[in-house]
């Protein structure tokens, strides 16, 4: 017999399995990512409509794995090295000139990024980067050798920062540009389509659990219908069914008012919830409208 | 045993790397898998393919793969027409079953029934024949449904277990196979930058600061400027329908690029050329109208003004009043464009037929006098150059 290792790969596994939470219905597929991403400590880079839970997904990792969670949202200006360190030079020569002590170490100066904090927690880490796409176009090329070998050179210091775990990074994406190769071949990659209507009402059924049965599915076959619209320059997603469901419960809207079979009543309350652009409402209006009055013929 | 598969990919069309197939082996080994074969098309899937429009062409190749199909690739990726989609319907229904769906007027009644079919035959085929190519069918027997398939299977999700995920091809219409992805445009479009400081003062000036502290006699006096932005200010026209909807693709990518690389982009839309009017909303083109004379004066003569277009039409349409195919113009297209062109003075035109077949069309070897042979066309080498003339 052999001694079995504790350090033996396949025992470790259900540790690192994410499988949804009570808030969050995750795939198969998605699980599958997340595991692997997990396992192999790589990144997972997750795209999708606006809408489908891309952020919320490290939110729920962080949450189901028990880890302490890293947020680093990107804006337009954001620069790769402000997730490491920067540098605040006008403040030592401010230091320097009004005599103040601190002024002789250097290391009083260099404030650290979202990275490095994620580097040096003391467990594991989930650190989520969030919405890449809106930085500069080559922001992820300044990224690579940090997401790939977790460390970094901080020179004011000549010091190394290495990750004392390495993370498990989620990385968001809304497709506003295009990510270079090199970046992606380091990432694990999801693609969080749109969820089917059985996928969907288990997705409210989280949210909502007190919700009707007749209630759900009439939001549901509405919701969906609006979604087949053509034309709609914003298509309705998970987020805004969410929202739209709480209206409905708030308002204390009768399942049957929902019902679209009638077609007088073809417009569903509280649409706006739904519709976010002033030119899909006047679309969806005016078809309501024609098809109102195809029904008089 | 992945190498093959691996193989099969690159062939299939995808950029897969080998850094990527060790990581998807790696992770075979750490055991995240497990041993269905749809854990494996999940992590496969999440290792080797990182775009969703590359999404499709996997799931063919996987399904080619594990089926024991090779060597069809090539029939792989063509198509799947509407016609053999009839045609199939017309091969698995019976005459008079047809005619009674068809008196029923509805398209998709027809695939339904179309769907239930195939999904018989899918039954057929676990039972042991082959799954691609028998007996005279088409090569895409299992594909066949698809089209239309992902739209019905909505309804049908019962069926989840009976078809494989991969066979489902959830994600044909994100496969957009274009040459030229926003990127290279973005990147090409970036040489028209043209930095200037506005806005906030939010960093350090270090020339002033050193050259204020001096005069200060030592004592610190710290100076900021603004940030440098790109503020080059670009007018975009662009022709729309007609012949131009060959080119439909290469104008929204070129479009999206360049929304988002120029803060100050003006764009209008045009039909075959410049009138007294443009448009902004395609959708609203008769109701509102830009006139030409307004944006001239709006917009300020240090603006850079691109036109997109094939330039393919009747000369009359350019050099005669009353020319235009859609109104009556009382002064010619090429009046218009030149008053364009006396306020912007850097200007070209990008157009996206190919070069070689300029000479052909007499309005287009128009147009480029007009524009004093800057035009260039609708590639990245081609942009190249056009910014270049724009500087």
Redesign the interface.
């Known amino acids: 017999m052999f001694p079995v290792r504790s350090t033996d790969?396949?025992t470790d596994?259900t540790d690192t399995r994410f499988t949804g939470t009570s808030t969050y219905v995750a795939t198969?597929?998605l699980m599958?990512?997340v595991?692997?991403?997990v396992?192999?400590e790589?990144p997972?880079?997750v795209?999708g409509e606006p809408g489908t839970g891309k952020t919320q997904l490290a939110l729920e990792v962080a949450k189901a794995l028990d880890k302490p969670l890293f947020e680093w949202h990107i804006k337009s200006?954001t620069k790769a090295q402000q997730g490491l360190y920067e540098y605040d030079?006008?403040a030592r020569?401010?230091d320097s000139?009004l005599g103040d002590d601190r002024v002789h170490d250097i290391a009083n100066y260099i404030r650290k990024g979202k990275i490095w904090e994620a580097f040096a927690s003391d467990e594991q880490p989930v650190l989520l980067i969030d919405e890449i796409d809106k930085a500069d176009?080559e922001f992820p090329n300044d990224l690579l050798r940090e997401l790939d070998r977790m460390e970094f050179y901080v020179y004011e210091t000549r010091q190394l920062v290495a990750a004392k775990h390495r993370p498990l990074i989620v990385i968001t994406s809304n497709n506003?540009?295009?990510l270079?190769?090199a970046f992606?071949?380091?990432?694990?990659?999801?693609?969080i389509?749109f969820p089917?209507?059985?996928t969907m009402a288990q997705i409210v059924d989280v949210h909502y659990p007190q919700l009707k049965k007749t209630l759900l599915s009439e939001a549901l076959n509405a919701f969906?219908k609006i979604r087949e619209v053509p034309g709609l320059k914003k298509k309705p997603s998970t987020s805004e069914l969410l929202d739209w469901i709480k209206l409905l419960l708030a308002e204390d809207i009768p399942p049957e008012a929902l019902r679209s079979d009638d077609r007088r009543t073809a417009i569903p309350p509280l649409y706006g919830a739904l519709l976010k652009n002033e030119q899909d409402v006047h679309l969806f209006e005016r078809l309501v409208f024609l098809d109102r009055g195809a029904g008089h013929q | 045993m992945l190498i093959p598969f691996f193989f099969m990919l690159r062939d299939g069309g995808m950029?897969t790397?080998i850094?990527?197939l060790l990581?998807l082996l790696?992770?075979m080994?750490?055991?995240?898998?497990g041993t269905s074969v749809?854990?494996f098309y999940?992590?496969s899937?999440?290792?080797l393919?990182?775009?969703?429009s590359q999404?499709d062409r996997f799931d063919r190749v996987f399904a080619a793969y594990f089926r024991g199909v090779e060597g069809s690739l090539g029939d792989l990726f063509q198509e799947v027409p509407d016609d053999w989609l009839r045609g199939q319907a017309e091969l698995l229904l019976p005459e008079e079953e047809r005619a009674r769906i068809e008196s029923l007027g509805s398209f998709d009644e027809l695939m339904k029934a179309l769907r239930e079919r195939l999904e018989e035959q899918d039954d057929r085929h676990e039972g042991g024949s082959k799954w691609i190519g028998t007996a005279g069918t088409s090569p895409f027997g299992a594909f066949g449904y698809n089209p239309e398939g992902v739209r019905i299977g909505?309804h049908g999700?019962r069926h989840r277990s009976a078809v494989k995920?991969w066979d489902r091809r959830?994600?044909r219409n994100l496969d957009d196979s274009v040459e030229l992805?926003?990127?290279n445009i973005?990147?090409a479009l970036?040489r028209l930058r043209k930095f200037a400081r506005e806005g906030a003062a939010d960093q350090?000036d270090l020339e002033d600061t050193i050259d204020k502290t001096a005069r200060n006699a030592g004592?610190?006096d710290?100076r900021m400027v603004p940030?440098r932005h790109n503020a080059v200010k670009v007018l975009l026209c662009l022709d729309i329908g007609g012949s131009m909807d060959d080119h439909v693709r290469i104008c929204e990518e070129l479009f999206s690029a360049a929304s988002?690389e120029f803060k100050h982009l003006e764009y209008f839309y045009f039909h075959n050329f410049i009138y007294e009017s443009l448009w902004k909303d395609n959708r609203r083109r008769h109701a509102e109208r830009v006139s030409t004379l307004d944006i001239t004066h709006k917009y300020g003569s240090d603006y850079k003004l691109v036109f997109v277009g094939d330039a393919t039409m009747s000369p009359y349409e350019i050099v005669y009043a009353g020319g235009s195919v859609e109104h009556w113009n009382e002064e010619p297209g090429a009046v218009w464009i030149k008053r364009l062109l006396n306020t912007y003075h850097k200007s070209i035109w990008l157009n996206p037929e190919p070069r070689e077949r300029w000479d052909f069309t007499p309005s287009i070897k128009l147009t480029r006098e007009i524009m004093d042979d800057r035009m260039f066309p609708l590639t990245i080498s081609g942009l190249d150059e056009g910014i270049k003339a724009l500087h």
Do not use: W
């Open positions: 790969p396949g596994m198969d597929d599958m990512a595991s692997a991403a396992t192999l790589r997972i880079l795209k200006t030079a006008v020569l401010r000139q176009i506003e540009k295009e270079p190769d992606l071949r380091r990432c694990f990659f999801h693609y389509k089917d209507q059985d969906y | 950029n790397s850094t990527e990581t790696e992770a080994k750490r055991g995240v898998a749809d854990d999940y992590l899937r999440a290792a393919v990182k775009d969703e999404l909505q999700s995920v959830e994600y992805g926003t990127r973005k990147v970036r350090l004592l610190l710290i940030e988002s």
